[in-house]
């Protein structure tokens, strides 16, 4: 087990136009296999001040007897905020037998984020990304408000999350739609990188974005072959060794005047290879290479 005590991290410097702030999702070091508890050891021991584990290893952790109280507490100790969570229930599924069913794990996983101190957990296209599927927006935006309603009795506000390769709910300007029609004052999208690019979103579809509207952004990068159609989450790599258009991303964000968490998530298996805390470390520094490249080629204030 790795020591439980770890030093606070110091508070990262903000973004001229907007703020940003360091985050590990737990996904960077899941090649590691390392209980949740040791995830948040070695986030704050890199410098990080905010974490986003996925739900199966609170539940995990729940399962093996550790009280998620305790977790709460660690995080709380170490300077952590959890930031938000990574989950996969099946919210937006046309069968309303199937619906129900992910309604209930989402509520569930609700529960287990609120119980160690998260406000905000991923509403992925789980259930909807296969090809076979199509989903009607107008109808994904009435089940979004119903997962945003859920959110406001659970505490935690749901971010609408796109991934790249699906079949619906790949593309920035499909969330933005959803996120609109749903009309509810939590609507927010959770954006990535790699989901970005794999789903042929450009940086500019990020101005559509407000302040309130984008809490958290996954940060990675992807490298120029294979080819953007080809490309798997495993070929994610660290931001800045990429071709990904990062300075503008963050510059974006930051005119928008965003108060966002930068989460780095990768899925890299020649990383796992490393030492744990490197990757970790690697991983900030990375994130804030990137954020000084953005300041260095200047940001409207």
């Known amino acids: 087990m790795i020591p439980a005590a770890c030093a606070r991290a110091a508070a990262p410097a903000p973004a001229a136009g907007g703020s940003f702030r360091y985050a590990l999702n737990t996904a960077t070091l899941r090649g590691y296999k390392l209980p949740l508890a040791d995830q948040i050891v070695l986030t704050a021991q890199a410098g990080y001040t905010g974490i986003e584990p996925w739900v199966e290893d609170i539940a995990k952790a729940a399962a093996g007897g550790t009280p998620l109280s305790t977790l709460k507490r660690q995080c709380a100790d170490a300077g952590l905020s959890v930031i938000s969570a990574i989950g996969f229930a099946a919210w937006a599924v046309d069968d309303a ?13 609700m529960d287990l984020v609120a119980q160690i101190g998260g406000t905000r957990i991923a509403a992925s ?10 989903l009607d927006l107008d109808r994904a935006a009435e089940r979004y408000r119903d997962v945003l309603e859920l959110g406001r009795d659970m505490g935690v506000i749901p971010q609408l999350e796109f991934w790249g390769a699906a079949a619906n709910l790949s593309r920035v300007d499909q969330c933005l739609y959803v996120a609109a029609r749903a009309a509810h004052p939590d609507a927010c ?28 952004f996954h940060m990675n990068d992807y490298p120029a072959e294979p080819a953007r159609e080809a490309l798997k989450d495993s070929d994610r790599v660290w931001p800045g060794d990429g071709i990904a258009p990062l300075t503008e991303i963050l510059r974006t964000l930051a ?30 520094g990375k994130m804030k290479e990137a954020v000084a490249k953005m300041h260095t080629a200047g940001v409207i204030g």
Do not use: I
């Open 189 to 216: 999208v959770l954006a990535d990188a790699y989901h970005m690019y794999r789903g042929g979103s450009e940086a500019a579809s990020l101005r559509l974005l407000s302040r309130s509207a984008t809490h958290c």
């Open 97 to 109: 037998a199937a619906r129900a069913k992910g309604m209930e794990q989402m509520k569930r996983d």
């Open 125 to 134: 296209p789980a259930g909807v990304y296969k090809a076979d599927v199509k």
């Open 255 to 284: 005119e928008n005047r965003a108060d966002v968490w930068l989460s780095v998530e990768l899925f890299n298996a020649a990383y796992w290879q490393r030492p744990a805390p490197e990757t970790a470390r690697t991983g900030l």
